[in-house]
């Protein structure tokens, strides 16, 4: 929901001078100002803790979650000593359902070309930032590639984390600096959750340092025990402010006389208000022109 007045204003203006000018000005053309989850969310990851996100869904929490970590990417590809590492998966996002993993992977494009587009203009060189996804469909040719040449944000499950990791391909993820962990209220106090704590912590263990660690939800009980089943022996901060959502309500009368319907209508059958109801929701549908993107 759009917020307005000045101390909203400048509330914006700071949670966003954090980041590289391109994506300020990527982000402030797309969105205009952040919702009340982002500007928390990225007071607690820029200094570097552990952060459990809980959102509502539309509020913003993924691109909340991705947006230091793509900025960071950016700077880094300027960065020519960085640059001459070579390939390695900075980001690690997980997700306990395959589906979501592609439909992040499909929204990544907007931000990584906004951004972009944003240096392009800006004069800045031109970087690219990879996304690579691996799961139990991935076939072995790609994941072939994916161990040649690793992407910079890899989308995965909890049990393909778990091949890598007891595979030759846990090398790829020796620079692994941002693990998002997606729907994490699915996974927290069950065999599965277990499972994928283990592979956290083998994680961490490759890495010079642990890992920042990023989950999502939309609902969390109990918030602290899953806060603590993210982050491990580390302390996680909670990141839950009011949601700032208003529902909008209208009465919409798609007939001008209610008691006047016919009793037939044009095709012979029996006169009905539905009809009237379809129209004009079809009408609200397409007089509207809106894109979903990182509605989580």
């Not at 209208?250 to 016919?262: F, G």
Request: charged share 25%; net charge positive.
């Amino acid at each position: 929901m759009a917020r307005t007045g000045t101390g909203s204003r400048q509330r914006a203006a700071r949670a966003l001078e954090q980041f590289t000018p391109a994506t300020r000005a990527w982000f402030a053309s797309a969105f205009g100002a952040p919702t009340l989850v982002q500007e928390a969310a990225w007071d607690v990851i820029r200094g570097g803790e552990c952060a459990l996100v809980i959102a509502p869904t539309g509020s913003g929490k993924t691109l909340a979650a991705f947006l230091h970590a793509i900025d960071r990417l950016f700077a880094e590809k300027d960065d020519a000593a960085a640059a001459a590492t070579g390939a390695a998966t900075r980001v690690l996002y997980i997700s306990p359902i395959k589906a979501l993993g592609a439909d992040v992977q499909r929204n990544l494009r907007l931000p990584l070309d906004g951004v972009g587009a944003q240096r392009s203009r800006r004069g800045d060189p031109a970087v690219e930032i990879t996304v690579g996804m691996r799961t139990g469909d991935t076939p072995g040719a790609q994941r072939a590639a994916l161990l040649r040449r690793p992407p910079d944000i890899l989308i995965t499950t909890p049990e393909s984390l778990y091949l890598m990791l007891t595979s030759k391909a846990r090398e790829t993820l020796r620079g692994v600096r941002t693990v998002i962990v997606d729907e994490v209220h699915a996974v927290a106090g069950t065999k599965r959750g277990s499972h994928m704590a283990l592979s956290l912590e083998r994680l961490d263990a490759l890495l010079d340092r642990p890992a920042q660690r990023v989950g999502l939800s939309a609902t969390v009980r109990p918030v602290d025990r899953v806060a603590a089943f993210l982050g491990g022996a580390r302390p996680t901060t909670v990141v839950n402010p009011p949601a700032g959502r208003r529902l909008e309500l209208r009465i919409v009368v798609p007939v001008q006389d209610m008691a006047d319907i016919p009793a037939r209508d044009e095709s012979g059958t029996a006169g009905s208000i539905w009809p009237h109801v379809e129209a004009s929701i079809l009408e609200q549908v397409l007089s509207r022109r809106s894109t979903i993107v990182f509605a989580n």
